[in-house]
């Protein structure tokens, strides 16, 4: 059986590689090329696709935690929703968590996720102490920011590229409540959402929820929600299991007028102004992870995550501009969420940089990629860049415009004797 | 404190199975051949959920020292699950005895000599749980694999009579039918997705089912249905049948 990203869009054969020990996985790297890991399929496109793919989301165990300092040392398969699930009852969160806790700790790494709070803690690579990697030569080493600086910067934000990630120790940080106080701000333009992003950016959690089918002057409309933790010292956390989507849509369930539906009732419920909730982590953090399989919503032909980020100095001309384009396109999309994020790291491919980031989903289908490629020439012209933890098509030179680091990756790939031994289908396309 | 006795804790079953009870602040026992080979596993237990976890040395097959391995815990456990399980291979098995009598007296005559030790324990207490997991491939026989079904036939009847006789004494008896399970034992086998559980949703409904007492448990849930239709079908049909 082969495997699927969570886009579930392209569907090609893969042949998967189990492994129970190191040695093991040794022969499987030295028999091997293409080889990429696979965590647990949360990439929304091709970044962990690829004729040979390694599963290593088995590997899942909790070897140690020190309660002195908070740091966890797990095998790389561990789920960020098993470590909440253990570590939030005595207190302890992530200090960095995307908006699902459905991913392993070496897919975080790898992919170097962010959160709401990117722009006070920066990405997932800020809580890690060190890891061990497999290379392409089979030798495991442990690599952290000044053990290896080179390979660190590689392997944070790397897509899997440089080897597979065996372990991690990784720092929680200290909470007193599994609640949340979060402040809800409805705006009626993309000016106002700007503005009630700058006005509560000393929050440490944020994120905004767009209607991107908005037009004219309610274009960028929103529901910014703002928050931090309690301090009430009710840390009673679950790991809640909801509704699951039993089966794949037909494509046309999801359409124009059900976005426009959905998006005008979660909008809609919101009063006008700022208004004040307590919720719960599940709810704040992962409202999606509520929902089993969501991604069959968008029927067989799956769907693609469009997010990329603009530098904070043409973040609203860019923005307008396209906003414009998809309200105009029609295309809808559920969820489009936007987020000012924080100052970029040195890895050399995370996505972050100072700046506004959108995130919309969009159903496979005629026109999409045409759509998406006329989205890049304006994230390019304001010198943007996309994320290759959601793409699956963008193309060679948009993604190289946006990355200034891609030669000190290549090089070290070459160097390291990696770009054959691990490649993905995405690396292959924008030739990395 | 409050243990667990997982027999056969090798399993990706009884992995599963023990990690859910030790999240519901159960402290485990795990039992198996070489159980050193456990440690790692019993550490991430530990790691995360603080319960105790001790690791016990038991070979299914040695009859004459399952009295001995139960004498020799100083805290009794409050229930036991056992989830010893040999599928072997049912060519072999036609051809050698010796690999019929391994895959008859690990899935069911082992099994029947340590539980016949702790029932009497539980009887004598009054309390306690006894969860064995059997198999689907026991409700009838198919040539792919019946000595294998046949010894978990007469688990699943063991468990009943089980039940039977302790239901007075307050001790619940739990059987449980896995139908395909995504484990090292299927591992290679081509098996249908949607009736292919992973070993935590078999770990998490044990639990759910064994904390409100169910008698049998099919799990995924549809096996109870497939089973019915397969165990329906006429002989003079299914003799004929290859499925």
Same mark, same amino acid.
């Given at each position: 059986?082969?495997?699927?990203?969570?886009?579930?869009?392209?569907?090609?054969?893969?042949?998967?590689?189990?492994?129970?020990?190191?040695?093991?996985?040794?022969?499987?790297?030295?028999?091997?090329?293409?080889?990429?890991?696979?965590?647990?399929?949360?990439?929304?496109?091709?970044?962990?696709?690829?004729?040979?793919?390694?599963?290593?989301?088995?590997?899942?165990?909790?070897?140690?935690?020190?309660?002195?300092?908070?740091?966890?040392?797990?095998?790389?398969?561990?789920?960020?929703?098993?470590?909440?699930?253990?570590?939030?009852?005595?207190?302890?969160?992530?200090?960095?968590?995307?908006?699902?806790?459905?991913?392993?700790?070496?897919?975080?790494?790898?992919?170097?996720?962010?959160?709401?709070?990117?722009?006070?803690?920066?990405?997932?690579?800020?809580?890690?102490?060190?890891?061990?990697?497999?290379?392409?030569?089979?030798?495991?080493?442990?690599?952290?920011?000044?053990?290896?600086?080179?390979?660190?910067?590689?392997?944070?934000?790397?897509?899997?590229?440089?080897?597979?990630?065996?372990?991690?120790?990784?720092?929680?940080?200290?909470?007193?409540?599994?609640?949340?106080?979060?402040?809800?701000?409805?705006?009626?333009? #993309? $000016?106002?959402?700007? %503005? @009630?992003? =700058?006005? &509560?950016?000393?929050? +440490?959690?944020?994120?905004?929820?767009?209607?991107?089918?908005?037009?004219?002057?309610?274009?960028?409309?929103?529901?910014?929600?703002?928050?931090?933790?309690?301090?009430?010292?009710?840390?009673?956390?679950?790991?809640?299991?909801?509704?699951?989507?039993?089966?794949?849509?037909?494509?046309?369930?999801?359409?124009?007028?059900?976005?426009?539906?959905?998006?005008?009732?979660?909008?809609?419920?919101?009063?006008?102004?700022?208004?004040?909730?307590?919720?719960?982590?599940?709810?704040?953090?992962?409202?999606?992870?509520?929902?089993?399989?969501?991604?069959?919503?968008?029927?067989?032909?799956?769907?693609?995550?469009?997010?990329?980020?603009?530098?904070?100095?043409?973040?609203?001309?860019?923005?307008?501009?396209?906003?414009?384009?998809?309200?105009?396109?029609?295309?809808?999309?559920?969820?489009?969420? #936007? $987020?000012?994020?924080? %100052? @970029?790291? =040195?890895? &050399?491919?995370?996505? +972050?940089?100072?700046?506004?980031?959108?995130?919309?989903?969009?159903?496979?289908?005629?026109?999409?990629?045409?759509?998406?490629?006329?989205?890049?020439?304006?994230?390019?012209?304001?010198?943007?860049?996309?994320?290759?933890?959601?793409?699956?098509?963008?193309?060679?030179?948009?993604?190289?415009?946006?990355?200034?680091?891609?030669?000190?990756?290549?090089?070290?790939?070459?160097?390291?004797?990696?770009?054959?031994?691990?490649?993905?289908?995405?690396?292959?396309?924008?030739?990395? | 404190?409050?243990?667990?006795?997982?027999?056969?804790?090798?399993?990706?079953?009884?992995?599963?199975?023990?990690?859910?009870?030790?999240?519901?602040?159960?402290?485990?026992?795990?039992?198996?051949?070489?159980?050193?080979?456990?440690?790692?596993?019993?550490?991430?237990?530990?790691?995360?959920?603080?319960?105790?976890?001790?690791?016990?040395?038991?070979?299914?097959?040695?009859?004459?020292?399952?009295?001995?391995?139960?004498?020799?815990?100083?805290?009794?456990?409050?229930?036991?699950?056992?989830?010893?399980?040999?599928?072997?291979?049912?060519?072999?098995?036609?051809?050698?005895?010796?690999?019929?009598?391994?895959?008859?007296?690990?899935?069911?005559?082992?099994?029947?000599?340590?539980?016949?030790?702790?029932?009497?324990?539980?009887?004598?207490?009054?309390?306690?749980?006894?969860?064995?997991?059997?198999?689907?491939?026991?409700?009838?026989?198919?040539?792919?694999?019946?000595?294998?079904?046949?010894?978990?036939?007469?688990?699943?009847?063991?468990?009943?009579?089980?039940?039977?006789?302790?239901?007075?004494?307050?001790?619940?008896?739990?059987?449980?039918?896995?139908?395909?399970?995504?484990?090292?034992?299927?591992?290679?086998?081509?098996?249908?997705?949607?009736?292919?559980?992973?070993?935590?949703?078999?770990?998490?409904?044990?639990?759910?089912?064994?904390?409100?007492?169910?008698?049998?448990?099919?799990?995924?849930?549809?096996?109870?249905?497939?089973?019915?239709?397969?165990?329906?079908?006429?002989?003079?049909?299914?003799?004929?049948?290859?499925?």
């Amino acid at each position: 059986m082969s495997l699927l990203s969570w886009g579930l869009y392209p569907q090609v054969a893969n042949k998967v590689f189990n492994f129970k020990t190191t040695t093991e996985l040794n022969s499987i790297v030295s028999d091997n090329d293409e080889l990429i890991p696979y965590g647990n399929g949360r990439s929304y496109g091709d970044s962990a696709l690829s004729k040979n793919i390694i599963n290593v989301k088995p590997h899942d165990y909790f070897i140690n935690f020190d309660d002195k300092d908070g740091l966890l040392h797990v095998q790389a398969g561990v789920l960020l929703s098993e470590v909440l699930e253990s570590f939030v009852p005595k207190g302890w969160f992530l200090k960095v968590t995307p908006g699902t806790k459905l991913i392993t700790v070496g897919g975080a790494i790898a992919s170097d996720v962010h959160g709401k709070n990117h722009h006070v803690e920066g990405c997932f690579s800020e809580c890690v102490k060190e890891f061990d990697i497999m290379l392409a030569d089979g030798n495991i080493v442990t690599c952290s920011k000044t053990k290896k600086p080179e390979l660190f910067k590689s392997t944070c934000g790397g897509q899997g590229l440089t080897g597979i990630i065996l372990s991690a120790k990784i720092y929680l940080k200290k909470i007193n409540s599994q609640y949340i106080t979060q402040t809800t701000i409805k705006t009626k333009n #993309l $000016k106002e959402t700007f %503005k @009630a992003f =700058e006005e &509560y950016k000393d929050l +440490p959690y944020s994120v905004a929820w767009i209607d991107c089918l908005a037009k004219g002057e309610q274009l960028g409309k929103c529901l910014l929600m703002v928050g931090d933790f309690k301090d009430d010292g009710d840390l009673n956390y679950k790991n809640k299991t909801g509704l699951s989507i039993p089966f794949t849509f037909p494509s046309f369930a999801l359409n124009n007028l059900s976005v426009k539906v959905f998006n005008w009732l979660y909008y809609g419920k919101v009063k006008v102004g700022v208004s004040k909730q307590k919720v719960d982590i599940n709810t704040f953090f992962y409202p999606l992870d509520a929902i089993g399989h969501w991604n069959r919503i968008y029927g067989k032909n799956g769907f693609t995550q469009y997010q990329f980020i603009l530098p904070k100095e043409h973040s609203f001309e860019g923005l307008h501009q396209i906003l414009t384009a998809i309200s105009d396109s029609g295309k809808g999309s559920f969820l489009a969420v #936007l $987020k000012l994020y924080g %100052k @970029a790291n =040195e890895n &050399y491919l995370s996505f +972050p940089i100072e700046g506004y980031s959108l995130a919309l989903d969009f159903k496979i289908e005629k026109g999409l990629f045409e759509l998406l490629d006329q989205l890049d020439e304006i994230v390019v012209k304001y010198n943007g860049r996309i994320y290759l933890t959601k793409d699956v098509r963008v193309s060679k030179e948009t993604f190289e415009k946006g990355y200034p680091h891609i030669e000190t990756f290549r090089k070290f790939r070459e160097d390291n004797k990696m770009s054959n031994k691990f490649q993905s289908l995405q690396s292959k396309r924008v030739g990395i | 404190m409050s243990y667990v006795l997982i027999i056969g804790a090798k399993s990706d079953i009884a992995k599963s199975t023990a990690r859910e009870y030790a999240k519901n602040g159960y402290d485990i026992y795990l039992a198996a051949r070489n159980s050193a080979e456990l440690k790692d596993y019993a550490n991430d237990l530990s790691v995360r959920t603080e319960q105790n976890i001790k690791l016990l040395e038991l070979d299914i097959l040695d009859y004459k020292n399952h009295q001995k391995f139960y004498d020799d815990l100083d805290e009794k456990p409050l229930g036991v699950i056992t989830a010893v399980g040999y599928l072997g291979e049912q060519k072999d098995a036609a051809l050698d005895f010796k690999e019929s009598q391994k895959i008859i007296d690990t899935n069911y005559t082992g099994v029947v000599s340590i539980l016949n030790i702790i029932a009497n324990d539980f009887e004598t207490r009054k309390s306690g749980f006894i969860v064995g997991i059997s198999s689907v491939a026991g409700d009838r026989g198919r040539k792919s694999n019946y000595i294998y079904g046949s010894a978990k036939a007469a688990l699943s009847t063991y468990l009943s009579g089980l039940r039977n006789r302790l239901y007075e004494s307050s001790v619940h008896v739990m059987t449980v039918k896995p139908g395909f399970v995504a484990t090292a034992m299927t591992e290679g086998m081509d098996l249908p997705e949607k009736l292919t559980a992973q070993p935590e949703e078999v770990a998490s409904d044990i639990y759910n089912a064994q904390q409100k007492n169910v008698n049998i448990l099919y799990t995924k849930w549809m096996w109870k249905w497939v089973m019915l239709i397969i165990k329906h079908i006429p002989e003079f049909i299914f003799k004929k049948m290859s499925i």
